[in-house]
C-alpha cells in the first residue's frame, strides 16, 4: 500500500489454495494467497492499510466466471475486505459479460479514467 495505494483486480480467484497446485501449504503459500493472508490481518498493520489501501475488484458473470471460480472468489474476497474495514468496491457485470479479455479490456477502459 506505500507504493500502490489502489490495486484493480478482474476476475480474480484469490484463493490459490482451491487449485490444488500448491502442494506443501507453506509461507509460500500463505503469503501468496490473499484470502488466507487477509483473513489473519489484525493491530497496527491492518489499521495503517485500513488507512492507506483501496481495492477495486470487478468480475463479469458470464460465460466460465463461474468455472474458473472468479465469480464465487471475488464476492467472498470483496466480504472479507469489508469484514477488515479496509476500502473495497465490488464492481459486478451482466451475465452477457464472459471470463476473457475482451472484457478485461472492456472493464479496464471503464474504471481506468477515474484514477488518471
Not at 475486505?81 to 472484457?103: A, C, M, N, Q, T
Request: net charge negative; hydrophobic share 40%.
Amino acid at each position: 500500500a506505500d507504493v500502490f495505494p489502489l490495486a484493480i483486480g478482474l476476475s480474480g480467484n484469490y484463493d490459490p489454495s482451491s487449485w490444488d497446485a500448491w502442494g506443501e501449504r507453506g509461507d509460500a503459500a500463505y503469503f501468496n494467497n490473499p484470502m488466507d493472508y487477509v483473513a489473519h490481518l489484525g493491530g497496527d498493520h491492518l489499521d495503517w492499510l485500513r488507512g492507506r489501501l483501496s481495492v477495486l475488484l470487478v468480475c463479469g458473470q458470464g460465460q466460465w466466471e463461474d468455472t474458473t471460480g472468479a465469480l464465487e472468489s471475488t464476492r467472498r474476497f470483496a466480504a472479507l475486505l469489508e469484514s477488515k474495514g479496509i476500502r473495497r468496491e465490488l464492481d459486478l457485470w451482466g451475465y452477457d459479460v464472459p471470463h476473457d479479455w475482451p472484457s478485461w479490456r472492456a472493464q479496464l477502459a471503464h474504471h481506468l479514467p477515474r484514477f488518471i
